[in-house]
Structures are given as C-alpha cells and as structure tokens.
C-alpha cells in the first residue's frame, strides 16, 4: 500500500514563525502535491511537483513555498505565518504523467497565533 | 470553465435504505474521474478511478458509474460505518491538477 506520512498531526505556532511541514512517501512516486482544506472552501491546491527540484503553483501559492530536494519528500513552507494561514494541510503523491489518483497523508492541522 | 459539483450536501439515511451520491462535470476533456472517502480529521482515501463513460467499478458496498456529464456512487443497503464525506474529483487532459468537488456528507444512522 501506498504511504504518504507527514511530520506532525497537529502543530501550533506564533504569527511571524517561519514553518515548515514535512511529507515523505515510500512509494517512488514522481508527483507530490500540497493542498489546504478548510470549511465550504474544499480542497485548494497550493504547490505541486512534479520531479525532484522543479515545482509548479497551484490555485493558491501565496505566503508559501515548497522544496523537493529528494524524490520522496516534499516541504511545505510558511515564510511568514499569518493568521489566515491557520488551517488543515494535507500533502499528497501521485504516479506518473497519467491519470493516476493521488495518495493522501492523514494531514496536519496548523494553528497560527 | 471546468468544474465539479456535489449533490447533495449531506445525506442521513438509515442503515440499509440504499440512495445514491451524484458529481456532476464539466471539463475540456475527461482524462479521470476520482472518488474519494474521507473520515473526520483524516486525508481522503482513494476508492475509484473511471475514465470512460459506460465504466463501472464496485466495492463492497459501492458502485461508481460515469456518463459523459456526471458520475454516480451508489451504495446499496449501507452500514453505519459508510459514515464520511465523499469527495469527486475530474482530472482534464494535459492538467496534473484535480478538480474538486466540495463533497457530500453522508450519514447512516443505525
């Protein structure tokens, strides 16, 4: 089975931190994605990559950057938390260029004080 | 413009009273259709992909069907455990990224 694990389930920090959220899967999978989920707004995709360095924006990459220095782990990061930033972060990994569907990490719920 | 839509937004049944959860799409070419479970605090689990219209693919309890507009789950005599948001997703030719529905909420009451 596909395993896509991520650092914390739950992390609370200060307004102004640096953050950083952490995804590895196990599965040699080229894609990963991360994605924020909150309340009436569904699933949102921030960044996404699809090889080892490169990255691609996704519907809402601002306050956000990512880093793939190795195939199996994605970051997340919060250059500035900010309140609105407050919110579950789910990362996912995928299989090649085709229309395979994306593997989830139970995700990490983030409060910014 | 390509998009998903759920309906309904939630739904209570009793357990064993069957029903059906629908997605409807429009997307500039269909390259995959996903189905999803999510359970309270936990990342979507994957249940089905269909990438053609007449496809069907079933799961114990579940039958995911697609036509050209809109895809079906259906779940037949359903348990308390079926409980989750069920999450559609369409995939467009040449695009990575998923397009998402905002899922349906179903309970089943024992």
């Known amino acids: 089975d596909v395993k896509v694990t991520q650092s914390s389930r739950y992390l609370v920090k200060r307004t102004g931190e640096k953050v950083f959220l952490e995804c590895v899967q196990d599965m040699d999978h080229e894609n990963m994605f991360w994605y924020r989920q909150d309340p009436g707004l569904g699933l949102r995709l921030i960044y996404f990559?699809?090889?080892?360095?490169?990255?691609e924006k996704g519907d809402i990459p601002e306050g956000y950057s990512v880093s793939r220095e190795k195939k199996e782990r994605f970051s997340l990061i919060l250059e500035s938390a900010s309140t609105n930033q407050t919110s579950m972060y789910l990362c996912?990994?995928?299989?090649?260029?085709?229309?395979?569907?994306?593997?989830f990490g139970d995700g990490t719920r983030l409060s910014i004080l | 413009e390509d998009q998903v839509t759920q309906s309904p937004e939630a739904l209570r049944l009793q357990e064993g009273e069957s029903s059906s959860l629908n997605c409807s799409y429009t997307?500039?070419?269909?390259?995959?259709l996903f189905w999803y479970r999510q359970d309270p605090g936990k990342g979507p689990e994957f249940l089905f992909t269909l990438y053609s219209a007449g496809e069907e693919k079933e799961k114990e309890r579940l039958k995911a069907t697609l036509t050209k507009k809109e895809s079906f789950l259906h779940i037949t005599a359903p348990k308390p455990e079926d409980s989750a948001t069920y999450l559609c997703a369409v995939q467009a030719k040449g695009n990575y990224q998923l397009i998402w529905g905002a899922g349906t909420k179903l309970i089943i009451k024992p």
């Open positions: 990559s699809y090889d080892v360095k490169m990255k």
């Open positions: 996912a990994s995928s299989h090649g260029t085709g229309n395979q569907p994306q593997h």
């Open positions: 997307v500039s070419g269909l390259r995959g």
